[in-house]
């Protein structure tokens, strides 16, 4: 009768210390997209960004896009609705890889990204956007979004990504400002950058940009990582 009780009460403790242990995951989750970073390069760390992906990343699919969905459903308890929706769509832009690597997944609705010029950007030579993920560093190609319209639902984006998806297993390396100001070198250098026309015009519409102001925006994230006001490429 004594071993009975003991090993009742064993078990007892092991499902008490399960349960604790997965509360624990979720509010890490939970927490990971709530700290998740704004989109906008002036402001990002990248360094920020790769941590709350990796928290994800590490909890599994399962677990991660529960969270994900929970989080958008509730958004309003949380923060403005949109800035929540940003927070789960970019999360999923970087826990989410094509399931050819070949293709592309869409990037979120929920606006036209601002800094570069769209009109000369190739979906293929920017699969991540609003990201450019160079030696598994992702970096902020935007100032954040102006509004055109009614932006996509978080809810609407992970139904997509799992659909068309498929999860990351492999966590990212966490960047150091060199590591950071590396990728954002080999960026400028592809051919990709390169193509970007600054000024251009159409039927209906026209635009000068300036390429010099887009780089130091940049290059503003990597000096984030650093604490410093400005970094010299």
């Not at 832009?93 to 990037?107: A, E």
């Not at 598994?136 to 809810?155: K, Q």
Request: net charge neutral.
């Amino acid at each position: 009768m004594l071993a009975m009780m003991v090993n009742r009460i064993g078990l007892q403790a092991l499902a008490a210390a399960v349960a604790l242990s997965c509360c624990a995951a979720s509010n890490d989750v939970e927490q990971a997209i709530l700290s998740f970073p704004k989109i906008s390069a002036w402001e990002l760390r990248p360094d920020e960004a790769v941590r709350s992906a990796n928290t994800l990343i590490s909890a599994g699919r399962d677990s991660a896009c529960a969270a994900l969905e929970q989080f958008a459903k509730a958004k309003g308890d949380f923060l403005e609705g949109y800035e929540a929706d940003q927070k789960v769509c970019h999360l999923c832009r970087l826990i989410f890889l094509p399931r050819i690597p070949t293709d592309t997944l869409r990037s979120p609705r929920l606006g036209a990204p601002e800094l570069l010029p769209l009109h000369s950007m190739n979906s293929s030579d920017w699969p991540y956007m609003p990201f450019a993920i160079a030696d598994n560093v992702p970096l902020s190609m935007t100032l954040g979004y102006s509004s055109g319209g009614r932006p996509e639902s978080a809810e609407s984006y992970i139904a997509y990504c799992m659909s068309n998806g498929v999860f990351r297993t492999q966590p990212f390396p966490l960047p150091s400002p060199v590591t950071a100001s590396n990728a954002l070198n080999r960026v400028l250098a592809s051919s990709a950058w390169k193509s970007l026309k600054w000024k251009d015009s159409g039927q209906g519409w026209s635009y000068t940009l300036s390429e010099g102001y887009a780089k130091e925006i940049l290059w503003k994230q990597v000096a984030n990582m650093a604490n410093i006001k400005e970094v010299v490429p």
